[in-house]
């Protein structure tokens, strides 16, 4: 038979590849290595998704929409005494001390409250309750927190707390979006989609931030970057944007003047180090806010009491500087467009990071972005106060944009969310430095960042690094035993056990799988050495003589020499199996090689190789590279 030969007189092993190409030849099937793979992975029930995602777009605007008129109704009720739902600072006017102190106070009570005998879930800022349901809930929400969380976190800023309502959104869109899945026969990757969708909707919604928005989903929630994912959370951002510029408008939110914006090479240095000012003040905050949660943890009462002892910071800070207190949408505007006093610049800086960072670790209910906002806007424009004159409020934007790169360890986002909040789109190039900087300072000094450290503390460990599988870049046939031993069916099974004996299969190897040929010419079966020990116990009990044709089964997975060893690892998993045959192509394709776990160990070595291994390739160099390899 082709491909076959008799090695010791006894073992028949097969050719090499070539042998699998001659074959090929033969029957006219040529076909380069990989002419099955693509790019990306995407099906046809993508615009299925598509769909869903549409209508999660237009909800979780409306839903944008309901929350932020829900804050200012509670701002207004409790701080103004008036029905409207318009949204106002807290501060805005001058209030009652005992106003100032006790509504954060009463507002913590009916969050702990909330809490404890509505969803545990409500507490904190949303993202990572999000992220955790991604990871470990299979992206499945409660429906009551679609309801508990926008209403808890409209108690808690309306009430005084210095938060966002982006994190709350996030959460609530992305309810709708799980609900919606819920209901519908879905897998739960199709799940995690929509509630991404849902959360992207919401925030794109909340600031009029469509790029931002879809930027935080892909380096936040989806953990991957795929059309299968991508194309539905664009679909539902793109959707709640336009609702959004029915129900709210388009203009910006922090409308900056950019004109006359010119930007010297000097100025690109400051923003190295306007970066990194933001990146070590995101450091700190972040420290902070875990230094608190761990204070709390330390309290001799239960949790549903913490939230109203952030409560209390936050109303001791609101009696110091009471613009620290609420959303501060007006705050940002003024940081950001250079009409801040130094007093408020000030205070901002100081007061709004303690407040934030403590009473956001008692496990209260409110968002991240916009505290960082302004915290960011703050340090950039204290930066102005000693750096060169550019625009109004460049410094700020430079500061903003570090900050968020630092605190949420997402630099793009940062970059994006600060343009299109401004729409200052010349200054891209020195956001970008701030941003990264601040970015690459964060990751040195801190493992975790503000958004993944409750996470870990769960007992769960999340990786936001994003890389090509190197077992997508190797193929079968790279790492394949090419001359498998084989066994023919009409061998007899003692003769086998001889074989696999040999061929080193009796040592703690009776599951290793030999390719069995027939008379007939099928591939794909299978046998081991243990089946083939059975058979001899049973041929002793029964005097009968059994071939290797009696014992032999199809191998559950089958390879092609084109495969990619991720879709082996796949094939194994999916299984319960640890090596395959493989088969090359054609009608008349003869097992070509096998496949075991050790094998997709290759892929790996050689990632660990190109990373930690260091040479010099360049001739001419009179110190010999300790490193290099030898030739």
């Given amino acids: 038979m082709p491909g076959v030969r008799r090695a010791s007189g006894v073992h028949r092993r097969f050719a090499t590849w070539w042998v699998a190409a001659v074959n090929g030849a033969r029957t006219g099937t040529t076909r380069h290595r990989g002419a099955h793979l693509g790019d990306f992975t995407v099906q046809p029930r993508m615009l299925v998704i598509c769909g869903w995602a549409l209508l999660v777009g237009g ?3 409306v839903a944008a929409l309901a929350l932020l008129r829900l804050i200012g109704l509670v701002t207004n009720a409790v701080f103004y005494q008036r029905w409207s739902t318009s949204l106002v600072a807290p501060g805005l006017e001058h209030r009652p001390w005992w106003l100032v102190l006790g509504a954060p106070v009463l507002g913590g009570l009916v969050i702990g409250a909330m809490a404890r005998y509505g969803s545990e879930k409500i507490r904190g800022h949303g993202m990572p309750e999000a992220i955790e349901a991604i990871l470990t809930g299979g992206s499945r929400v409660a429906p009551r927190v679609a309801v508990l969380k926008p209403v808890s976190a409209a108690i808690s800023i309306g009430t005084g707390g210095p938060f966002g309502a982006e994190g709350p959104i996030i959460m609530t869109g992305g309810a709708i979006g799980s609900i919606l899945a819920q209901a519908l026969r879905l897998s739960a990757d199709e799940r995690k989609t929509l509630l991404v969708s849902g959360a992207a909707a919401g925030m794109a ?7 931002a ?27 709640s944007t336009v609702v959004r510029g029915f129900l709210l408008g388009t203009a910006p939110i922090f409308p900056v003047s950019a004109a006359g914006l010119q930007v010297a090479p000097a100025v690109d240095v400051l923003c190295v180090v306007a970066g990194l000012l933001g990146g070590a003040l995101a450091v700190a905050a972040t420290w902070l806010v875990y230094r608190a949660e761990d204070g709390f943890a330390r309290l001799p009462f239960h949790w549903m009491w913490w939230p109203a002892i952030g409560g209390l910071v936050i109303g001791l800070g609101g009696l110091v500087e009471p613009r620290a207190l609420g959303v501060g949408y007006d705050v940002i505007e003024q940081l950001l467009t250079g009409r801040a006093t130094v007093s408020l610049i000030v205070g901002i800086l100081v007061v709004k990071t303690l407040i934030w960072s403590l009473s956001l670790g008692s496990g209260t209910s409110g968002g991240v972005l916009a505290p960082v906002f302004m915290i960011g806007g703050a340090v950039g424009a204290a930066e102005g106060l000693v750096f060169p004159h550019v625009i109004p409020g460049f410094w700020a934007m430079m500061g903003l944009a570090a900050v968020v790169g630092g605190v949420m360890r997402s630099p793009l986002t940062g970059v994006v ?3 299109e909040l401004t729409h200052a789109w010349g200054a891209v190039l020195p956001l970008l430095i701030s ?9 040195l000094l801190l493992r975790r960042s503000v958004l993944t450290e409750k996470i870990a503390r769960r007992g ?14 190797f193929f079968v046939e790279e790492v394949m035993e090419r001359r498998p031993l084989l066994l023919e069916g009409r061998d007899g099974v003692a003769v086998a056990i001889q074989l696999t004996g040999d061929a080193g299969g009796s040592a703690g190897d009776g599951r290793r799988l030999v390719p069995v040929l027939t008379d007939e010419g099928a591939t794909g079966l299978v046998t081991t050495r243990e089946q083939l020990l059975a058979a001899l116990a049973r041929d002793a009990d029964l005097q009968g003589s059994s071939t290797v044709a009696d014992v032999c089964v199809p191998s559950p997975v089958t390879l092609r020499p084109d495969d990619t060893l991720r879709h082996a690892a796949y094939l194994f998993a999916e299984h319960g199996v640890t090596q395959a045959p493989v088969v090359g192509h054609g009608p008349d394709a003869h097992v070509v090689g096998t496949v075991t776990l050790h094998h ?10 190109e990373e930690h291994h260091r040479q010099r390739l360049l001739p001419g160099s009179r110190r010999r590279d300790p490193d290099a390899v030898p030739t």
């Avoid at 941003?435 to 990751?443: F, H, I």
């Avoid at 997709?600 to 190789?609: F, G, I, S, V």
């Fill in 435 to 443: 941003s990264t900087a601040a970015y690459a300072l964060s990751a």
């Fill in 600 to 609: 997709l160990l290759h892929a790996r070595r050689h990632d660990l190789t």
């Fill in 59 to 61: 909800a979780g605007a």
């Fill in 460 to 473: 769960l460990h999340l990786t936001r690094e994003y890389s090509t599988d190197p077992l997508e870049t």
């Fill in 417 to 419: 969310f600060t343009l």
């Fill in 213 to 239: 928005a879809v930027l935080l989903a892909v380096e936040l929630l989806l953990f991957e970057w795929r059309p299968r994912s991508f194309v539905p959370v664009v679909a539902a951002v793109g959707v």
């Fill in 205 to 211: 919604a909340t600031f009029n931030s469509p790029l």
